[in-house]
Structure formats: C-alpha cells, structure tokens
C-alpha cells in the first residue's frame, strides 16, 4: 500500500510543475527510502533518473531545431532561391554539401529554408488543432447536455473518415496552398483533442476541490482557467507533442502530391514531388529533404515518447 | 448478441448520413459545379442557357433538396458522372476498387509476417538487447514518411538493381512487391509495437507467475496461454488499422502508378473532377465504418467475457 502511494506522488503528473510543495515532499520520500530500499523502488529510481536524461537530451534536439528553423533565414550558405543554371544538377561536393537542383539552386540553403515552411506549419497545425479541440471538448465535459451530445456526434463523423482521406479531399476542394493544407489536416484532427479533453474535464468536475471551489465562489470562467485546465493540460500536450512528428509528415505527403506549399517555395514534401523525375540522374535532390523530413520528425518523436514516459510512467512498457 | 448488433447497426445511422452531408457540403465549398465545368471551355455562353441547365440538372433547387437527391443517388449507385471522362463516377470507382483492396490486403499480410513475430520477440526479451535493437527499428520505421520510403525502394530496387518495374505494369504480383513493402514497413513499426504491448501486458498476468511457480516450461506458458489470451487485442488492433491503410495508400498508389482508387482520388483532384472525389471519400468513409462495425462486432463475439455478459443482459 505504502510504496503505491509513494510512487503515485514520485512519479505523478506533479512532478512535471516542480513546485516547492511537491519538492519538499520529494526530500522526505527520498530520506525515508534510504530506510527501507527494496530493490524495485530502486530500479524504478533510475529509470526515472534515465527518462529524465532523456528528456533534456532530446528538448535541447527540439530547441536545436527550433533555433535552426527560426533563424534559417541568417544560417543559409547561399541564396536559396539563387539560380545558377551553369551548376545545375550538380552531385554533393565540398562547396554544395547536399549538392545543387536543377536551376542550380544550393541543396543544402533549400532544405535549410523549407524547414519554414515545414517545421512551422506542422507546430501551427497541431496549435490550431489542439487549441479548437481542448476548448469544444471542455465545453461539452462542462456544459453537458444537447450541446454534448451534438458536438461528440459531430466528432464522430470527422472520426469516420479513414487516415487521410478527408484531408485530401478538403485539401483538393480548396486548391491546395499551405493554409488550405493546414485547415484540411486540423479539421480532420480536432477530434481526438475534443475527446481527450472532454473526459479529462468530466473527471475533474467531479472532484471534491472542484466543490470547494464552486462553494467559495469562483466564477465558471475562473472554474474552468484557474482549475480545470491546468489539472487536464497534461496529457493534452503530451499528446500534442507526439503528433507533431506526425504533422511534419502528413503536411509534407499533402504538400508532395501538390496540395500543400507550392513551388518555388521551400517546401520538404514539394521539393521531393519536383525531383521525382530526377531520381536517376540526381538522388540527392530527392534524398536530402527527406532526411530532413525523417530527422526532424525522429527529433520530435524522440522528444514526445520520453515527454509521456516522464509524465506517465505506467505506459512505459 | 442480436441487441446488440441491433443496437450498432442503428448507431452507424447517423454517422452515415453524416458522412454523406460532409462529402456533399464539401462540393458546395467548392463553388463549381457541374454546369460551369459543362461551360467552362466553351467560349462566352449567355447566363440565360446556363440557367436553364442549371434548373434542368436541379441545381437551382435549395441546398438540402439537392442534398436528399444526391443521398438517393448514393443509395442507388448513382453519385453522378466526371467532370472528365463522362462516365459514372460511382462505376469507374468500384472498377478501381480491387486494385486498391488487393494492395491492402497483401500489405496487411506483409505486416503480419513481419510485426507479430517480431513484436512477440521484443516482449519475451524485454529491457535485453534484442528488444532495444527492434525498438529502434520500429523507431526509425515510424519516423519515415512513406512516400520518401517509396522512392528509396524505387531507387533502390527498380532503378539500380533492376529488379522490379518502377511503375506497375498493370495489377500484379511484381508490381505490387514494392507498394505493399512501403505500406508494410510504416504499419509493421507501429503494430511491432502494439503487439508488444499486448504480450508483455499478458505475460506481466498473475497466472504467468503461477505457471512458472508450477515450473511449467515458459514457451508453453507463451504459447498455450499468453499468446492466446493476447491473440484478440492483436487482431482487433489490426482489423482497426486496415481502415486506416485503405485511407492512406493515396500516396503510394500515385507514385508506383498502382492503378486503385487512391490514384484515381489524386488524378481527380489535379483535374478538379469533383463528383469524383465526392464518390472516392464518401465510399472511402463507408467502407471504413462498416470495417469497424465488423471489427467491433466479431470482438463481442470472441471475447468471452462480453459475449457472456452480453447473454446475461438479454
């Protein structure tokens, strides 16, 4: 019984905001395991140590690449939109590392540039979906009723479309463009932060400081900001966090078929689509945006796999 | 039992129709409809003509009527024709439909083959090398995206090798090898996964720990209890993501030129050939909801626990 208890204030969600509440309890629960160790709590022990290691490994990977998207404008070795036509085609060498397009273009600027467009629209879908989904689904947990009942019905028939489906279908009616790309991906996505929310919401609504609050006299408003979301927040962003590498793929697949960014705009997914033809006689300028695609992807992937095992560690198994 | 699989059936109702009003509603976004593509090449045509096509197909009538007429046709088999080819749209879909069927079903097959096994192992070695070795694979598998896999094999073995055509001569076998690997390899890493999951959830069981107490061999325990009981969740996940691999060989289909609908939704939506993709995503939805009908329904039927509790209740 004991050592549960233990492990759920250890290991809980509370361990993520750090404050000095949680801190002091932590120094206590430490002194009094050196008491009594049983082997477990302490492979346990560690592993948490690792998950944290990791964590910070792999946010400084995700910072990293933030920074490189951010200032891509300033790291570009050449133009790249500079076209060169006496260099064109031209295989990876010391002067072009990822070697040069077909109008002579540096590789290498390209795929530093298109991180732009890639990188940043995958983090505005996943805000866009998260932000519309987390605020249906509290509605619907908090209000109940006919307006519960409608809005879930809703989410299930944006459910029922298989993978992409929708999107391209939404993607193609609009006529492509990377916010047309962007709209079809989140309105196909908020569903599952609306489901998420909406349970998480009817949990906390139950709960006895949710009473206590009510009683004192806090606002509906300040019910739901000041306690509903920071208790449901959680696992929300955990989830965010393991779509983007998700996003970053399915943008660039929309974008690939000619449905997200256009060229000559820097795009990973458009880039690839444009050298298809090329793939014997040039690889590399097929090849090196999708090992960005891929590395970026990993990195966020990374990152949202130790996020959720730091969080919650019953599902690391 | 017969409750419930009445009480589904009368779930996916709505969802239907759902289904039906967003494919139609997503037309009207559009803001083209089958006259103006009729007019569109035609040189200057006077609004008058254009008007007496338009109450002549129906479509001066109100958005609803129109909507109803249309859920008839859906009915019926007739989603209208293409903007393009002139044909019925609904006909030229379920003439492209095997193609696309066939494709994942052998996808589905290749990831069997290729994840159970390896899933299972990753459980029954957990924390060894073995395990982190598969985990990484499957790591590495679901951070691709499959249209870069598909030009890596392309590349790889139709171009250099010249093992395989690079584009699909016709529906075959050969063809087919390197669409169904690309499909295979994304879905084998994340069921690797799920599957191990459900193992190591079986083999953590208070009854494995007492078979083993018993001093029962432990691959008789893996494979007459623990894989059993696994057996179910494993094939409920899989018969989920069949659905999902039917929505998602778009991609793969036009770039093997694989002749299945998914190509047929792409050339559509290049050539803005709308009651085209209007049949391609509401069958698509459908094909999916009644996927899941089946799935949900043959898991109430397997799983003993529901299906007794299910006889109980009626």
């Known amino acids: ?317 | 039992m017969k409750k419930y699989i009445l009480k589904r059936l009368l779930q996916i109702i709505p969802v239907l129709l759902g289904i039906t009003f967003l494919s139609f509603a997503l037309m009207h976004v559009a803001g083209s409809d089958a006259v103006t593509e009729m007019y569109a090449n035609k040189g200057a045509v006077s609004q008058e003509i254009i008007d007496a096509k338009r109450a002549e197909l129906g479509l001066d009538k109100p958005f609803l009527v129109q909507y109803f007429s249309w859920l008839g046709g859906f009915l019926t088999g007739n989603l209208g024709t293409s903007y393009v080819s002139g044909k019925n749209v609904f006909d030229t879909f379920l003439s492209k439909l095997p193609a696309t069927l066939l494709l994942t079903l052998l996808s589905v097959v290749a990831t069997i083959i290729i994840s159970i096994p390896l899933g299972i192992i990753a459980a029954v070695r957990h924390d060894r090398v073995t395990d982190y070795i598969l985990r990484f694979l499957s790591f590495i598998g679901n951070s691709l995206p499959n249209f870069f896999v598909a030009l890596l094999f392309l590349q790889l073995f139709a171009i250099r090798l010249h093992w395989l055509p690079s584009i699909s001569e016709g529906v075959s076998l050969k063809s087919a090898i390197l669409p169904t690997m690309t499909l295979a390899i994304a879905m084998s890493a994340k069921y690797m996964r799920q599957v191990r999951a459900a193992v190591l959830e079986e083999l953590g069981r208070n009854y494995v720990e007492g078979a083993r107490a018993r001093g029962i061999r432990g691959r008789i325990i893996l494979w007459k209890s623990v894989l059993r009981s696994a057996l179910l969740t494993i094939l409920t996940l899989l018969a989920l993501s069949i659905g999902s691999l039917l929505g998602g060989t778009a991609i793969i289909e036009s770039i093997f030129m694989w002749d299945g609908v998914g190509k047929l939704a792409v050339d559509s939506i290049t050539m803005r050939d709308y009651p085209m993709i209007q049949a391609y995503v509401v069958w698509m939805a459908a094909i999916y909801v009644l996927i899941n009908l089946v799935t949900d329904l043959l898991y109430h039927y397997l799983d003993p626990r529901i299906r007794l509790e299910a006889g109980k209740a009626s």
């Open chain 1, 1 to 317: 019984m004991r050592k549960t208890a233990e492990k759920k204030t250890e290991y809980g969600p509370d361990s993520l905001s750090g404050n000095s509440d949680t801190r002091e309890v932590r120094k206590i629960q430490i002194q009094e395991e050196s008491v009594q160790k049983t082997p477990a709590v302490r492979i346990q022990k560690v592993r948490h140590n690792n998950v944290k290691k990791r964590l910070i490994l792999f946010g400084a990977l995700v910072v990293l690449l933030l920074i490189l998207t951010v200032f891509s404008g300033y790291l570009t070795p050449y133009d790249p939109d500079a076209q060169n036509l006496a260099i064109a085609k031209m295989a990876p060498s010391a002067a072009h590392l990822m070697g040069t397009d077909r109008y002579g273009r540096d590789m290498l600027s390209r795929v530093i540039a298109g991180s732009r467009a890639s990188i940043f629209s995958a983090l505005l879908l996943v805000a866009v979906s998260t932000i519309a989904g987390t605020a249906i689904g509290i509605f619907c947990g908090w209000a109940g009723g006919i307006w519960d009942t409608v809005l879930m019905r809703i989410s299930d028939i944006f459910l029922a479309f298989p993978g992409l489906v929708f999107a391209l279908a939404i993607a193609g009616v609009l006529g492509g463009g990377i916010q047309n790309a962007i709209f079809a991906l989140a309105a196909v996505n908020w569903p599952r932060y609306a489901r998420l929310a909406r349970s998480q919401t009817l949990v906390q609504k139950t709960k006895t400081y949710m009473e206590a609050a009510r009683l004192s006299g806090s606002s509906t408003w300040k019910l739901i900001t000041k306690h509903i979301l920071p208790n449901i927040i959680g696992p929300i962003l955990v989830t965010s966090m393991l779509d983007i590498g998700t996003m970053i793929m399915e943008l660039a697949g929309l974008s690939f078929l000619g449905l997200g960014a256009k060229p000559p705009t820097a795009e990973w997914g458009s880039m690839m689509s444009d050298a298809r033809s090329m793939i014997t006689t040039a690889p590399w300028i097929v090849f090196s945006p999708g090992i960005a695609i891929f590395l970026s992807v990993m990195i966020f992937n990374l990152f949202g796999d130790t996020l959720r095992d730091w969080v919650d560690p019953k599902r690391r198994i």
